[in-house]
């Protein structure tokens, strides 16, 4: 509900700024574009509340891995590992990480552990019950109207921003919903507000990413680019003639009725088919793991069909994880990556056109002061906070007395080894910006610097500060991992080693054997040996995934799986043999 609001929001907004918009997408220069994105990762970052340093290396660290490859300026190969990795393997990171390998694992791979320790359904259990709610969820979009329709600004506002997108919509909009709220600590259990900012600047966008691309030809995202390409082939100009009332301006607005119209029918289709959809939270963990984990692999694979990007997907898992266990935030490394290309690319041309004179630009003046007055609201909103407790007590601070102290030294040793690899991090990159290509490309090393020096200054605060800090309580946000029902800390890390060796088993099997005949092996393994399932279950279930990969992605969809590289290593005759009897 909240996202057709939205949508209806994006379309009225589109309609009011087809006769103004050309002086207000024309005001947006370089340097106001690279602060722009600033502003997006410091206004994520701030989703860390009193913690901000560490989001704020979250971003940096974002924005260090959309520098990994070519760069833009020069095509200088940066940050590609050739001495630790060899020139051929190197040359696999030259178009970049995966946006879709990290973004798989910083958020999938967590959760998959979190399911396999929590050894319940995704709702919390097996016995499915009534669903309810629904209407009360229609009601909470109205109870929120002011967050909507703020929410609906952002996005419309984002999406106006060519190349932005959506991502960065959302972020900034779950950004908003929880600095606005007063009670921040429910953001991340199930706070509705956190459903309802994001939702409505997803689809708001729309109707901002319509502005540039019918005004100017510049496409606002990746779809209106796909729009962008069907006018082309109709012979439609963007520009002057959409906007001329003598021949496509009815076009042009009839764009307004279509994004309302098919929002319509679209939250149609979902309250027809929500009742299904949600009974697959109740479906038991153990059966979704398997599936989970392979469909997974395939979203990394499917990106360049190379095994490099699923290696990403594993990398990134065990750093979403770490972060999530640590305290770290994820969202704002995920919007450094999304953009980094668009920030550097926009500190080249400002810097090259008028030094460092941009930074006294007026627009961009009154960015920096939206990025400290973010950066330090939540500072003063603790402040407040801890004014107002009466006695300061466990309530007020969020903490918690520990029961396991060797486990809370293990985490807060792990804490500080954590922070120190940032460090390292920021230091390689502060080293190959001034050794590495900064003196025979020194601008390519001009965005390096600018996001490497200050967050290696950061990175070391972190660390000393993580260094230092006592170890007689622990954060109750330490535990956040473990989102459900509280298991038993030792049972709980017993259970997160058992599934992440099957995370890496899952790996290994796709490798050694290939997608379509992993996908019965490991599934079989995992459910008879794992999680000791019967014997017709995992039989069951690893047949239905074998028929599911094999029928769906191999037979229908011809996709280019590769073979194992087991059959390298058998006789050719062997090999054809086997092919010839069985679908592999």
Same mark, same amino acid.
């Given at each position: ?76 190969? *940066? ?24 973004? &798989?694992?910083?958020?999938?791979? #967590? ?107 510049? #496409? ?35 764009? &307004? ?118 950066? &330090?609201? #939540? ?8 004014? *107002?407790? &009466? ?20 985490? *807060? ?58 170890? *007689? ?109 069985? #679908?592999?």
């Amino acid at each position: 509900m909240s996202s057709l609001v939205g949508a209806v929001f994006g379309a009225f907004i589109l309609a009011l700024a087809i006769p103004v918009v050309s002086p207000l997408v024309l005001s947006i220069g370089s340097a106001e574009f690279f602060m722009l994105a600033v502003l997006g990762v410091t206004f994520v970052a701030s989703l860390s509340g009193a913690n901000i340093p560490k989001g704020l290396l979250a971003g940096g660290f974002g924005l260090v891995l959309a520098m990994v490859g070519l760069d833009p300026i020069e095509s200088v190969p *940066r940050f590609t590992l050739e001495g630790v990795m060899g020139e051929d393997n190197a040359l696999f990171l030259w178009d970049g990480i995966s946006l879709i390998s990290v973004t &798989v694992g910083l958020f999938a791979i #967590p959760e998959i552990i979190d399911l396999a320790v929590q050894g319940t359904s995704i709702a919390g259990t097996n016995q499915p019950g009534k669903l309810g709610g629904v209407m009360e969820g229609v009601r909470d979009t109205f109870r929120h109207w002011k967050l909507v329709l703020r929410c609906s600004g952002i996005g419309a506002y984002i999406g106006l921003i060519p190349g932005m997108g959506g991502g960065p919509a959302q972020w900034l909009a779950y950004a908003h919903a929880v600095q606005s709220s007063p009670d921040k600590e429910r953001f991340g259990k199930g706070a509705v507000e956190g459903v309802l900012g994001p939702g409505a600047a997803n689809n708001s966008k729309e109707g901002g990413s319509l502005i540039p691309t019918l005004a100017f030809g510049v #496409p606002g995202s990746v779809s209106m680019a796909i729009l962008l390409g069907a006018f082309i082939i109709q012979g439609i100009v963007p520009g002057p003639d959409l906007l001329n009332p003598a021949k496509h301006l009815t076009l042009t607005f009839s764009f &307004v009725w279509i994004i309302v119209i098919t929002n319509i029918i679209t939250v149609a289709i979902c309250f027809l088919f929500l009742n299904q959809l949600a009974k697959v939270t109740f479906v038991k963990g153990a059966y979704l793991i398997p599936l989970l984990l392979f469909l997974i692999y395939l979203g990394g694979f499917a990106v360049k069909n190379s095994f490099g990007d699923m290696f990403l997907v594993l990398l990134f898992g065990a750093l979403g994880w770490l972060m999530v266990k640590f305290d770290w935030q994820r969202p704002p490394l995920l919007l450094g990556l999304v953009l980094g290309g668009i920030a550097e690319n926009n500190l080249f041309i400002a810097n090259r056109i008028y030094g460092y004179s941009w930074l006294w630009h007026p627009g961009v003046l009154v960015l920096w002061f939206i990025i400290i007055a973010g950066s &330090v609201y #939540p500072y003063i909103q603790a402040y407040l906070r801890r004014s *107002r407790s &009466v006695d300061g007590s466990d309530a007020a601070t969020g903490t918690k007395p520990v029961k396991f102290i060797p486990l809370v030294l293990s985490t *807060r040793i792990g804490q500080s080894l954590f922070a120190l690899l940032m460090v390292g991090v920021f230091a390689y990159v502060v080293y190959e910006a001034m050794y590495g290509f900064g003196d025979f490309e020194p601008r390519a090393a001009l965005f390096p610097w600018v996001i490497g020096l200050p967050s290696l200054v950061l990175a070391v605060f972190v660390f000393f500060q993580d260094a230092l800090q006592a170890s *007689r309580e622990v954060k109750v946000g330490e535990a956040a991992l473990y989102s459900g029902p509280e298991v038993d800390p030792i049972l709980a890390r017993q259970r997160t080693v058992a599934i992440s060796c099957w995370i890496i088993g899952f790996f290994l099997a796709i490798w050694i054997l290939g997608f379509v005949p992993a996908s019965a092996i490991a599934t079989f393994l995992y459910l008879k040996f794992g999680a000791k399932e019967r014997w017709p279950v995992a039989v069951e279930l690893a047949f239905v995934a074998w028929l599911f990969f094999f029928g769906l992605f191999d037979y229908g969809l011809k996709l280019p799986f590769p073979q194992g590289a087991i059959f390298d290593w058998l006789p050719a005759s062997v090999v054809a043999n086997l092919q010839a009897s069985i #679908p592999l």
